[in-house]
């Protein structure tokens, strides 16, 4: 996610950290770099000639050629300009006065809009709302068939009518069986088509008129570039969005739709979609972005992710087992499970505060698979191996590897990593009972 753009960022602003005074041709050559990553990032051309001359009159003005710390004043300039280009604020879903407050999903064929629906569905009911997805897409069965397997995985109900061919009539009623059944959100999955033409616009004008939605949320696909934005722009004139889901983001290495649609529309982006999965769906915040886009990590997010993935209980537990060096490969193996669960581990990573930077400086690679290959190594031990890893002799290490599909060295590297998390953590607790309470990051 905006890899490209975010590594050349901060190569640009190293340079500037190292000079005590910038002069006003030191910020202009910084500002050329800053427009070419923007344009290469595939960000609209007047999104980024205003915002190259918000940032360039901020920074040749007192901000910063008169600041003690230039280099990082230039940086808090752009993280600004970058959270106001992307709308400053988290706009949050808009609410009904009346249930069921009803949010429409439209967007091109192809973008993500089935899936983004049981997603999002699968966001409200973790927040305590009860949603029903509707099935409005009449011309593709298998959207239909699509959304009911999504809605059974995720334990919502799905309004579908395989008989009626007319999506009005189908928004009818599943709006007035949302309201029998006291309901609070209706998520309509509507049709798209590979292009806009006027069939579709008008079929959608007729939902709009029917369901009087709170919101109208364009789904788009992120990679499509400076299309996702022509077509937020086609949408909006027609119906009014309210508000953009951007899918498809974490594949996305350029960024310039999510840089460039809030300021060509003047629509907010209020989701994002990042992996496949049905938790893959993350509230937008500006701010938090423009921190990830410039290396500085984004806490909030990963503590969020962690408070949504992580077992309380489960948590207890093991800080137990930690203080009573009783801490298992059986335990480690469920950490990396909450671990996975959490999301794909180069975004977790990226959250992280100067990991980008670091990860671009050593080359550093990460490979999802090496959890994999872990967890398939732990599974093949037998449960008293897991529970005593020291009687693990060179036989069963052979064993192992070849119940795993691993090599030996493999096993031997893990053994030798786990025994040394052990150590560090009856570290940890040897310190707490000299220091006073530490708190477990787990």
């Keep these: 996610m905006f890899d490209n753009l975010s590594n050349k960022l901060q190569?640009?602003?190293?340079?500037?950290?190292?000079?005590?005074?910038?002069s006003e041709q030191n910020i202009k050559e910084a500002l050329r770099e800053v427009r070419l990553a923007l344009l290469e990032a595939d960000v609209n051309f007047k999104v980024v000639k205003d915002f190259v001359d918000r940032v360039r009159e901020r920074a040749i003005g007192q901000e910063v050629m008169k600041s003690l710390?230039?280099?990082?004043?230039?940086?808090?300039?752009?993280?600004?300009?970058?959270?106001?280009?992307m709308g400053q604020d988290r706009?949050?879903?808009?609410?009904?006065?009346?249930?069921?407050?009803?949010?429409?999903?439209?967007?091109?064929?192809?973008?993500?809009?089935?899936?983004?629906?049981?997603?999002?569905?699968?966001?409200?009911?973790?927040?305590?709302?009860?949603?029903?997805?509707?099935?409005a897409d009449v011309y593709r069965p298998a959207a239909i068939k699509q959304l009911e397997v999504l809605g059974t995985q995720i334990h919502a109900p799905v309004y579908s009518n395989l008989e009626e061919k007319?999506?009005?009539?189908?928004?009818?009623?599943?709006?007035?069986?949302?309201?029998?059944?006291?309901l609070t959100h209706l998520l309509v999955d509507t049709a798209g088509r590979l292009h806009i033409d006027q069939a579709l616009m008008e079929e959608l004008k007729d939902l709009k008129k029917i369901l009087a939605p709170s919101e109208i949320l364009l789904v788009v696909d992120a990679m499509t570039g400076q299309d996702a934005v022509t077509v937020a722009e086609r949408f909006n004139k027609d119906l009014a969005i309210t508000g953009v889901i951007?899918?498809?983001?974490?594949?996305?290495?350029?960024?310039?739709?999510?840089?460039?649609?809030?300021?060509?529309?003047?629509?907010?982006?209020?989701?994002?979609?990042?992996?496949?999965?049905?938790?893959?769906?993350?509230?937008?915040?500006?701010?938090r972005m423009a921190s990830r886009i410039l290396g500085m990590g984004d806490v909030l997010s990963l503590i969020e992710k962690a408070e949504q993935s992580l077992d309380e209980e489960k948590a207890r537990e093991l800080e137990k087992?930690?203080?009573?060096?009783?801490?298992?490969?059986?335990?480690?193996?469920?950490?990396?499970?909450?671990?996975?669960?959490m999301g794909p581990l180069d975004q977790l990573l990226e959250m992280i505060p100067g990991f980008s930077a670091l990860k671009?400086?050593?080359?550093?690679?990460?490979?999802?698979?090496?959890?994999?290959?872990?967890?398939?190594?732990?599974?093949?031990?037998?449960?008293?191996?897991?529970?005593?890893?020291?009687?693990?002799?060179?036989?069963?290490?052979?064993?192992?590897?070849?119940?795993?599909?691993?090599?030996?060295?493999?096993?031997?590297?893990?053994?030798?990593?786990?025994?040394?998390?052990?150590?560090?953590?009856?570290?940890?607790?040897?310190?707490?009972?000299?220091?006073?309470?530490?708190?477990?990051?787990?």
């Design 321 to 341: 087992k930690i203080k009573e060096r009783s801490f298992t490969l059986e335990d480690f193996r469920n950490q990396l499970r909450q671990i996975r669960n």
């Design 91 to 135: 706009v949050r879903l808009a609410s009904a006065s009346m249930p069921p407050t009803v949010i429409l999903l439209v967007g091109l064929q192809g973008s993500g809009k089935t899936t983004t629906a049981a997603k999002l569905a699968n966001l409200l009911m973790k927040e305590g709302f009860k949603p029903m997805l509707v099935a």
């Design 11 to 22: 190569i640009t602003f190293k340079k500037l950290k190292g000079h005590g005074k910038l």
């Design 69 to 85: 710390t230039p280099g990082q004043q230039l940086v808090k300039i752009v993280h600004e300009e970058l959270t106001e280009l």
């Design 360 to 442: 671009a400086s050593k080359n550093i690679q990460l490979d999802e698979k090496e959890l994999v290959k872990i967890e398939a190594i732990i599974n093949s031990m037998t449960p008293k191996e897991r529970n005593n890893y020291k009687i693990i002799n060179g036989s069963r290490r052979k064993r192992i590897a070849l119940g795993s599909g691993t090599t030996v060295q493999d096993v031997n590297k893990l053994l030798k990593q786990f025994d040394q998390t052990r150590k560090m953590m009856t570290k940890l607790v040897d310190q707490e009972k000299k220091f006073g309470k530490i708190r477990f990051p787990f």
């Design 166 to 182: 007319d999506p009005r009539v189908i928004c009818k009623e599943a709006l007035q069986k949302a309201k029998s059944q006291g």
């Design 246 to 287: 951007l899918t498809k983001l974490d594949g996305d290495a350029r960024g310039g739709a999510a840089l460039s649609i809030k300021a060509v529309t003047q629509k907010p982006i209020k989701f994002i979609g990042t992996g496949e999965k049905l938790e893959g769906l993350e509230p937008f915040h500006p701010e």
